[in-house]
């Protein structure tokens, strides 16, 4: 596909900041639940931008849903679903697949990416389009450098900044801060890991009586870990005031998925519930009146087609599969998918999980909506959903071990072991 180099758009935005906050459940924020005071800096953000009221991650973790928003593409075709606890068989994302960073950085962008995951890694071709790429260990340092990359930024320059924090992706380690706001013992959070490992310790070996006192806790450091990642969002909105980039600058702000607190299980291993697929989606841009969308289910599968021709780029990858979430129909569906499970929801919020064996499990979510109870499945609702999968099916290409992309070297099948080891998914 040719693409040539656009000029900047009258009145519309020149620039693209989009960031992603890893880990972060739509209701533990602000803009989506009433007294809930984690998220000042994205609320400043939401009040002048349009706030998705429900939006869906395409997976459960980080890489497959990455290449989702990354590519437009669902799981199915990207392929990007390697077990997490198999570090040695992850491979390269496939060759074939147009990056929002490609499209952007052949349409005259100078394209940045700072990340702060180890998941998100040159071995895996995820720095595909970044002309410019950075790796930080520390979400201080991913800010440090992006307040340095919009210092120079210069008129008659278009520039696509993608930023990925950690935060608030355990290990939790608030700072005294947001120990003190969210009343967290001092020496509980000093100068500990606290791991996926160490988090079910201390909640499942502690006697039946503090079980629940302890879950209380985990919910309150997470809650601390998103203050902190907030407060690091405050100083990159920030940047962009202080050198008057608000007024030609696209600012973006996901989640790659959510996270489970014991509603069924706790972490995002595995799973397809709402509470690891729910995550915000705010876009702030010049020409954009403030909107807050609850009448249509968003899809990060949605976003680069929606960024694209927000910064007015018509020429888009014919196999990009998400729509325009600004200007085109609702499609009226989203289909997540981690390793053998595959969920399936629709606007008017009925869901369905096909798990492993082939059995269904539906919910409605309006009433229900963390899933505590399954519905007893018409027959209605059986063949509607099986009509929704079987038509999506259909129309969306699976990835095939020849389109794959390039396996690891040895080497980098260490390093990817020891990236795991340090967030907790192995021993």
Avoid: C
């Avoid at 994205?42 to 497959?64: C, E, H, I, M, N």
């Avoid at 085109?328 to 798990?355: C, L, N």
Wanted: proline share 6%; no cysteine.
């Amino acid at each position: 596909m040719a693409l040539s180099p656009g000029s900047p758009p009258e009145g519309g935005p020149e620039n693209l900041l989009l960031i992603t906050e890893d880990t972060l459940r739509s209701d533990a924020v602000g803009l989506y639940t009433d007294g809930m005071d984690t998220t000042p800096n994205l609320y400043r953000l939401g009040k002048d931008g349009v706030v998705f009221q429900r939006t869906w991650a395409q997976s459960t973790y980080t890489p497959a849903s990455y290449a989702s928003y990354m590519t437009s593409t669902f799981v199915r075709t990207h392929g990007w679903n390697y077990r997490m606890r198999r570090p040695r068989t992850h491979r390269a994302l496939a060759p074939d697949l147009w990056t929002l960073a490609e499209v952007l950085r052949d349409n005259g962008f100078i394209t940045t990416g700072i990340v702060n995951n180890p998941h998100i890694k040159r071995a895996l071709d995820f720095d595909r389009g970044f002309i410019n790429w950075a790796q930080t260990r520390q979400d201080e340092d991913l800010v440090r450098l992006a307040e340095e990359d919009i210092a120079n930024w210069r008129p008659g320059q278009r520039h696509f900044l993608y930023l990925h924090m950690m935060k608030p992706h355990h290990p939790y380690r608030p700072s005294a801060d947001a120990r003190r706001r969210y009343d967290l013992p001092g020496d509980l959070f000093t100068g500990r890991a606290w791991r996926t490992a160490e988090i079910r310790a201390f909640v499942e070996d502690a006697p039946l009586h503090q079980q629940a006192d302890r879950k209380d806790t985990i919910r309150r450091a997470y809650h601390a870990e998103i203050f902190d990642g907030d407060r690091l969002l405050g100083q990159v909105l920030d940047a962009l005031e202080q050198r008057a980039l608000v007024q030609n600058t696209a600012v973006v702000f996901i989640s790659d998925h959510g996270d489970e607190f014991w509603e069924h299980t706790f972490g995002h291993f595995a799973g397809v519930w709402e509470t690891q697929l729910s995550v915000p989606l705010v876009i702030r841009s010049p020409g954009l009146e403030p909107d807050l969308v609850e009448d249509r289910l968003a899809r990060l599968v949605d976003l680069a087609p929606t960024l694209a021709h927000l910064l007015q780029i018509d020429a888009i990858p014919d196999d990009w599969q998400g729509v325009d979430l600004l200007n085109s129909p609702d499609p009226g569906w989203a289909v997540a998918e981690r390793y053998d499970e595959m969920a399936i929801t629709t606007s008017d919020r009925r869901k369905v999980i096909y798990a492993r064996d082939g059995s269904a499990s539906f919910y409605d979510l309006a009433s229900d909506p963390v899933e505590a109870v399954p519905l007893e499945g018409t027959d209605e609702i059986r063949q509607m959903f099986q009509r929704l999968r079987g038509s999506w099916e259909q129309n969306t290409p699976a990835a095939t071990l020849e389109g794959a992309g390039a396996p690891l070297s040895r080497v980098q099948q260490e390093e990817n072991v020891e990236s795991l080891k340090e967030l907790g998914y192995l021993d």
